[in-house]
Each structure stands twice: as C-alpha cells, then as structure tokens.
C-alpha cells in the first residue's frame, strides 16, 4: 500500500555525452538529490556521529537496517518511541535494509524454504524467523521513508542452479512484501538478484520492475567478487533500467564504485566503508588513502585534505589525528568519520556538477588516472 502523492522522482538532467542524470527524490521527510550517497546508520546511529554532526556533512538520507533494530531494541519499541526518526532524533529521510543480507552473512542459517529463513542470532543463539510477511512488517514499524523487500542474497560464488532457486524466490517473497506492506507513508524497492549470471540478472529485473513504484535497487553485488565483475553485471542491466524511478546499488561506496557506478546508470549507494575506514584510521583525500597511524604523519601539522571543508580539515592536523588513532581515542574514530563522508558526499556533488554541465564523461576519464581512484 503506497500513496503516490508522498513520493516522486523528476529526472532534472541528462548529461547529453554519458546519459548519465540527476534527479529529485520527494519523501515524506523531505527531498534529496541524486546520484546520492547514504551513510550507514545499522543500529539507529551513524557510528560515533550524532544527528547534527551527520547533517553538516551534507548527508541529506541515511540507511538503517531492519535485522539489528529487530534484534535490539526490537521494532516495537521504536514504534512506540514514534519511529525510527524520532528514536534517533534525525527527521531527513531514512532508508531500511530489510535485513535479507544480514541473515545470510550474520547469523548461523539454519533452514531457508519458499515461505521463510529460520536462523540463529548473531548476538545469543536464539532461533528466530523471518517472512516477507513479518520482514515487511518490522519495517513498517519501524517507519523508515524507504524500505526494502525481503530478499535470498547468494555467496559470490554460487551455482547457476542455486543462483536461479534463489532469484525466482526473491520474486516470490516481493510479491509476499507487496501483499503485507500497509503503510502508505513508505515506499517499498524490489530488489534484482542473480548472482553473477547477467541472464538470471535480467530476468530478475524484468519481472522486479513490473512491482516497482518509485525506485528499485539491485543487491548481491559487492560480495566478494571482482570490481569488474561487478561491473559487467551492472552493464548487462544499464539499458533495461527503468528510466523513471532511482535505482540504488546496495552495499557499494568505495569512491571507485561510485563514480563507475554513476557512468552505469547507479541513482543510490550505501556503504559502512566510509565509517569503519575511519575506526581503521585511514581517510579517503583528494590524494588518495591515508593511513593516518603511519609514522610518516608523526609531525605533519597540515590538514588531513587540503581541498576538504569539513570539520575535521578546517581544525586539526594529521598529526594530532595520528595521536588520536593510536593512543585509541574515540575522537579520532568521530573525525575521520566526518571527513570521509564529507568527502564522498562532495565526490557525488563533483559528480553532480559535471553531469548538469554535461562533462560526465570527461570527468570520469580524468577520475580514473587520479589518486582518488581506489
């Protein structure tokens, strides 16, 4: 159940030369622009960043995930906290992971059938299960803007016959999704699967694309295969994307990916890389990675990226951050996390600008010989 009149999304450029675009997605919780990129906020919290500190960074949408807040503090309790923004005191639009991936690659998985998967929990042991049914129904109690179907998420290396089980079981549980979806405040994303086999990719998609409402989203890349496999997969479905609605590329953020991903037709991405990076005291810069626990930095007092405006830049030097990372101060966890969103958060406005000045292409060209390109 979903209402129309709450969501939309107006293509406001082609970009003449690439066909890549920007565009305006409309939430009840307000609009974004994209190609955008949503920081990860797993358990209601973008790790160590309060609300405040999020928005300065320019994130304008966050990703929550339904398998952790149903097991901590359960989604009925943030039903009756008044949902997940007000739980966590962000009022921009928040999208939710329907936890598909995280029973797969978290929890001990004890049987998957065509109605459901009963598993173990990554925290006690204790047995749970989850339909597209109760999967739905999490997420609509938790409240999210944006919320995802119930998806099989395949190990990189899965065969043909199991990749396909697989795929046309994902069709059937979004079907389930559709059915027990009840809030006309959300909007619901199928989700395309099919492993690495570009026909199961387009079959998933022709047939996800019929139930998609105002965005659909493309999983099960990103898990440990090869960037160029990744790639080709994302090839093999660029001219049957449906032009009217974002397409978001789960679990991708590296900022090699999102610049391919933009050239490939990618609206959307997520990823926790940017924040756990930081906790391993490496930052994304206008000169590539830095390790900021190396030696090297022990007196450098110059900023940690000389062309970044974000808090972390404007005040401190890579010195005091080195001392930070390796005396295992929480501080240096929070300031690495707010540069290397602010960071990727001002690749997808360069990317942004070059597409409405219709320079996409030569701005991909140039990025692919740069030191950002890792």
């Avoid at 209402?3 to 305006?24: M, P, Q, T």
Wanted: hydrophobic letters at 40%; one cysteine or more.
């Amino acid at each position: 159940m979903t209402n129309a009149k709450k969501f939309g999304y107006k293509i406001l450029h082609v970009c003449k030369r690439s066909g890549a675009r920007v565009g305006e997605y409309v939430t009840p919780h307000g609009n974004f622009i994209t190609p955008v990129f949503m920081p990860v906020g797993t358990q209601a919290t973008v790790k160590s960043l309060s609300p405040p500190q999020i928005a300065e960074t320019g994130s304008k949408i966050i990703l929550c995930n339904a398998y952790h807040l149903y097991m901590r503090p359960g989604a009925q309790t943030v039903k009756r906290a008044g949902g997940l923004h007000k739980f966590m005191g962000w009022d921009a639009p928040i999208l939710t992971d329907s936890g598909g991936f995280q029973v797969f690659s978290l929890a001990k998985l004890n049987s998957i059938t065509d109605e459901g998967v009963t598993f173990s929990s990554h925290l006690d042991g204790a047995r749970h299960t989850f339909t597209p049914q109760s999967a739905t129904a999490v997420q609509n109690d938790l409240g999210a803007d944006i919320i995802m179907a119930f998806d099989e998420c395949t190990p990189a290396d899965a065969k043909k016959d199991y990749a396909e089980r697989a795929m046309l079981r994902t069709l059937n549980w979004l079907k389930e999704c559709k059915k027990a979806h009840a809030r006309a405040d959300q909007m619901l994303f199928p989700i395309v699967q099919g492993n690495m086999y570009p026909d199961l990719r387009l079959r998933s998609l022709e047939q996800s694309a019929e139930l998609a409402e105002c965005g659909i989203a493309i999983g099960g890349l990103s898990v440990g295969e090869p960037k160029s496999v990744m790639y080709d997969i994302l090839d093999a479905l660029y001219p049957r994307l449906p032009q009217n609605m974002p397409r978001y590329l789960m679990g991708v953020g590296s900022p090699d990916c999102l610049v391919e991903g933009v050239k490939r037709g990618i609206d959307m991405f997520d990823c926790v890389l940017p924040t756990r990076t930081a906790r391993n005291g490496t930052a994304f810069t206008s000169q590539g990675k830095i390790v900021v626990r190396n030696a090297l930095y022990k007196d450098d007092f110059t900023p940690l990226d000389p062309l970044c405006d974000c808090y972390c830049c404007r005040t401190f030097t890579k010195a005091y951050l080195r001392h930070l990372i390796n005396a295992d101060e929480i501080l240096g966890a929070q300031l690495l996390s707010i540069h290397n969103i602010r960071y990727l958060n001002n690749l997808m406005s360069r990317i942004r600008a070059a597409i409405l000045s219709d320079s996409f292409d030569s701005f991909h060209k140039e990025f692919l010989s740069s030191p950002e390109y890792c």
